[in-house]
C-alpha cells in the first residue's frame, strides 16, 4: 500500500528522505523554493547545494565520519555512492567538486519516476505526511508555520554558521608554499602556505585588528556562534597560540625547503575537478570583504591570490529537538509530521544526510503500518538519534558524529586507531542484526 509524502527542502536531508520513500514504492512531492527564492547561504538552483566546505570528511571506516558513511550505504544512501562520484583528491578524506556533486544529485532525483519536484516557496505545514528538511535557513514564512505548530517559544534555538574563501590556483605562488598531507597519510593533496615566527606573530596582529562585517541579532542573547564552524578571528582573540594547535597547527607536516616544521601552517584543499579553485581550511570568517584581501593575502603564498569567494557568515536555526522529537525524527505532538537536517541540531553534511535517510525509512515504515526501531546504540546513527532526543541533555547545542558518542568497548584496547576501528566493526555488525532481526534487512537489499 503506498501514500503521498510531502517532503519540504531539496537539501542533503531532503534528497536522502525523498529517495528511501520513492524506493519504496511511496509517492513523493518534493518542494525546493530555488530559484525563485534563495536563503542568504545559498547560490546554486541545484539540490544537495554545499554551501561551506566541500569535504564530508574522512572516509576511513576507524574514523566516525568513515563509520556514518559506511552505515549510510548499508541503508541505501543516494548521496554516498554520487559523493565517491564526484570525489576530488583530498588525502584520506572524501572531499567533492560541489557543482558536480549537486548535478549529479539533482539528476538521480528528477529521474526518479517517484518523486515530482514542485519549486515553489512552501509558507505552511501541507496536509497529511510530512518530512520538513527546510535546513537551519528556513524562509520566515515557512518557519513562522513551524512556530505555530510548536506552540512554544523554546521551540527554536540559533546560531551564527560562517563559510571560508575560495582562491584560484593560478593565483598561488607556488614557489612559497608545498603539497603535502599531513603525517604522509594518502597523497600530496593539500598545498602548504608555511608561517615562520615573525610572519605568523604579523598575520596574528592583522587578524585580531581586522574588522567584521556587521551581523543582525535574532534573539535575545545577541549573536551566538557555534564551535564546530567558529570565525578564525574570533577563534585568534583567544590568544596567540590558539590557531597554531587549531587549524594552523603545523604537526605532521615539513616544509622540503628548510627540512623544518613550519611555526604555522595553513592548508588549502582542492575545490573542483580540474584543481583550479581551493578554500581555505579552518578559515571561516565574518570579516568585511575587503579585510580579507588584506589579512589573508598575508599568508605565505597568497601574496597575489585571487579570491573568487569570500567567506561569510549567516544565521542557523535548530529545534530544541530533546523536548520536540523523537528517535526516529517524528514530532511527539504531531506523528504525521517527520523533520530532518540540520533543523533538528545535527551538525555536519553526512549527519543531515544520515538523518534524511532514517527520518524517510520511519516514515516508509508507518505508512506501511510497520513499527519503527530503533537503531542500535553502537552505531552511529543509532547514537545521534539518541542525542537529539534526549530530554537530559539541557543546553542543546549542535552535534556532529564522534566516537565519544558511542559506548566503550568492553576490553581495553590501548592503540587508538585499533580501538576506533574494532569500535567501527561492531557498529556495522551491530547494525546488520538489527536489520536482520526486524526484518528489513531483505527490503534494503533490494534497494541497492
Same mark, same amino acid.
Given at each position: ?225 557555534? @564551535? #564546530?564552524?567558529? !570565525?578564525? $578571528? ?8 590558539? =590557531? ?5 597547527? *603545523? ?116 505508512? @506501511? #503500518?510497520?513499527? !519503527?526501531? $530503533? ?8 547514537? =545521534? ?5 534526549? *530530554? ?57
Amino acid at each position: 500500500m503506498t501514500a503521498e509524502v510531502t517532503v519540504i527542502g531539496a537539501g542533503m536531508a531532503g534528497c536522502e528522505a525523498a529517495w528511501q520513500l520513492a524506493n519504496r514504492g511511496h509517492f513523493v512531492r518534493l518542494y525546493e523554493m530555488k530559484p525563485h527564492k534563495y536563503s542568504p547561504a545559498h547560490r546554486s538552483p541545484g539540490f544537495a547545494e554545499l554551501v561551506c566546505s566541500n569535504s564530508l570528511k574522512a572516509q576511513r571506516l576507524g574514523s566516525a565520519a568513515g563509520l556514518l558513511k559506511a552505515e549510510m550505504e548499508r541503508l541505501g544512501s543516494l548521496l554516498v555512492p554520487v559523493a565517491k562520484s564526484c570525489a576530488v583528491a583530498a588525502g584520506g578524506a572524501l572531499a567533492v567538486d560541489r557543482e558536480r556533486f549537486s548535478d549529479a544529485v539533482t539528476c538521480q532525483i528528477a529521474q526518479h519516476p517517484g518523486i515530482e519536484i514542485v519549486r515553489e516557496e512552501v509558507a505552511e505545514i501541507p496536509k497529511g505526511p510530512v518530512i520538513i528538511a527546510s535546513g537551519p535557513l528556513t524562509s520566515e514564512p515557512l518557519a513562522e508555520a513551524i512556530r505555530r505548530l510548536l506552540g512554544e517559544e523554546t521551540g527554536y534555538l540559533s546560531f551564527y554558521d560562517a563559510a571560508a574563501p575560495i582562491v584560484s590556483y593560478a593565483s598561488i605562488q607556488k614557489e612559497r608554499v608545498f603539497f603535502a598531507a599531513r603525517y604522509g597519510r594518502g597523497e600530496d593533496d593539500y598545498i602548504n602556505c608555511p608561517f615562520t615566527k615573525e610572519e605568523y606573530e604579523a598575520f596574528y596582529d592583522a587578524l585580531v585588528h581586522a574588522e567584521q562585517a556587521q551581523l543582525h541579532e535574532f534573539d535575545s542573547r545577541g549573536p551566538q556562534a557555534y @564551535e #564546530g564552524c567558529m !570565525p578564525v $578571528e574570533i577563534m585568534a582573540r583567544r590568544g596567540p597560540d590558539t =590557531l597554531r594547535y587549531g587549524p594552523l597547527k *603545523p604537526v605532521g607536516l615539513r616544509d622540503p625547503k628548510t627540512g623544518h616544521r613550519p611555526w604555522a601552517v595553513v592548508q588549502l584543499r582542492r575545490e573542483n575537478t580540474e584543481g583550479t579553485l581551493y578554500n581555505l581550511v579552518g578559515f571561516q570568517t565574518n570579516l568585511k570583504f575587503g579585510e580579507q584581501k588584506r589579512v589573508f593575502s598575508m599568508i605565505p603564498g597568497l601574496e597575489t591570490a585571487e579570491f573568487v569567494r569570500y567567506g561569510v557568515m549567516h544565521r542557523n536555526t535548530f529545534l530544541d529537538s530533546p523536548r520536540l522529537l523523537e528517535q526516529s525524527f517524528r514530532l511527539k505532538k504531531e506523528p504525521r509530521i517527520y523533520f530532518a537536517g540540520q533543523i533538528t541540531g545535527v551538525e555536519g553534511y553526512m549527519e543531515s544526510a544520515a538523518s534524511g535517510i532514517w527520518a524517510g525509512l520511519n516514515m516508509a515504515w508507518q505508512l @506501511e #503500518g510497520k513499527i !519503527p526501531f $530503533e537503531l542500535p546504540p553502537t552505531t552511529m546513527m543509532g547514537a =545521534l538519534c539518541r542525542y537529539i532526543s534526549d *530530554p537530559a541533555v539541557k543546553d542543546f547545542q549542535p552535534m556532529g558524529s564522534n566516537m565519544g558518542l558511542l559506548p566503550p568497548l568492553g576490553e581495553r584496547e590501548r592503540d587508538k586507531a585499533k580501538r576506533y576501528l574494532r569500535v567501527a566493526e561492531r557498529a556495522m555488525a551491530d547494525l546488520e542484526q538489527a536489520l536482520r532481526n526486524e526484518g528489513c534487512g531483505t527490503s534494503l537489499k533490494n534497494m541497492e
